[in-house]
């Protein structure tokens, strides 16, 4: 579910973004209306009240995993290309590493499980090409969850630039080798 452009967007969009930067505890309403300048009544003319709310964020972050990872599918090389469309999600990747965080919350973890394969499926089939090694597609997969798990662990909002993503890839790619 893309949102579209009206009042009821710039609420998912601000309310994704902050989910992204500091996560679940920081969706407040009033703070979130004051962040965009609307009325708190505001809020629960669109959403009855902060589940709702959430329940659209994560509805939103799936549509917007699909449209990465179609990017992702049309890719031909980690570097630069899976690079800069990661730099690009910036904000879904962090918005995934809280998903992580607070998976706890069953929704959470259930939305993450699905991130990861709409996303992970993917990202492998352009990494499986690029590795060129001979590894089971199980071997493939038990790396890349290893790799997600570390990558969601390190990630925060200033080192997703291509420099570190570069050599994040690099050592990864080092790593699987040592596994052929």
């Given at each position: 579910?893309?949102?579209?452009?009206?009042?009821?967007?710039?609420?998912?969009?601000?309310?994704?973004?902050i989910?992204?930067a500091?996560?679940?505890?920081?969706?407040k309403?009033?703070?979130?209306?004051?962040?965009?300048?609307?009325?708190?009544?505001?809020?629960?003319?669109?959403?009855?009240?902060?589940?709702?709310?959430?329940?659209?964020?994560?509805?939103?972050?799936?549509?917007?995993?699909?449209?990465?990872?179609?990017?992702?599918?049309?890719?031909?090389?980690?570097?630069?290309?899976?690079?800069?469309?990661?730099?690009?999600?910036?904000?879904?990747?962090?918005?995934?590493?809280?998903?992580?965080?607070n998976?706890?919350?069953?929704?959470?973890?259930?939305?993450?499980?699905?991130?990861?394969?709409?996303?992970?499926?993917?990202?492998?089939?352009?990494?499986?090409?690029?590795?060129?090694?001979?590894?089971?597609?199980?071997?493939?997969?038990?790396?890349?969850?290893?790799?997600?798990?570390?990558?969601?662990?390190?990630?925060?909002?200033?080192?997703?630039?291509?420099?570190?993503?570069?050599?994040?890839f690099?050592?990864?790619?080092?790593?699987?080798?040592s596994?052929?």
């Amino acid at each position: 579910m893309l949102i579209a452009n009206n009042n009821k967007s710039v609420w998912i969009k601000a309310g994704y973004e902050i989910f992204a930067a500091a996560g679940q505890t920081s969706l407040k309403v009033e703070p979130l209306a004051k962040s965009i300048n609307k009325s708190k009544s505001s809020f629960y003319h669109y959403f009855a009240d902060m589940e709702v709310f959430s329940t659209m964020l994560l509805e939103h972050h799936l549509t917007l995993c699909y449209l990465m990872a179609d990017r992702e599918r049309k890719a031909t090389s980690i570097d630069p290309e899976l690079i800069n469309i990661l730099i690009q999600h910036k904000t879904d990747l962090l918005f995934n590493r809280q998903l992580r965080i607070n998976q706890n919350v069953r929704s959470f973890a259930e939305t993450l499980s699905q991130s990861n394969k709409i996303v992970g499926d993917a990202f492998t089939q352009v990494w499986i090409k690029e590795l060129n090694i001979n590894l089971t597609r199980k071997q493939v997969d038990d790396i890349f969850s290893l790799a997600l798990e570390n990558f969601f662990l390190q990630i925060n909002p200033d080192n997703i630039n291509y420099t570190w993503l570069s050599q994040y890839f690099k050592n990864l790619k080092q790593t699987a080798n040592s596994f052929a």
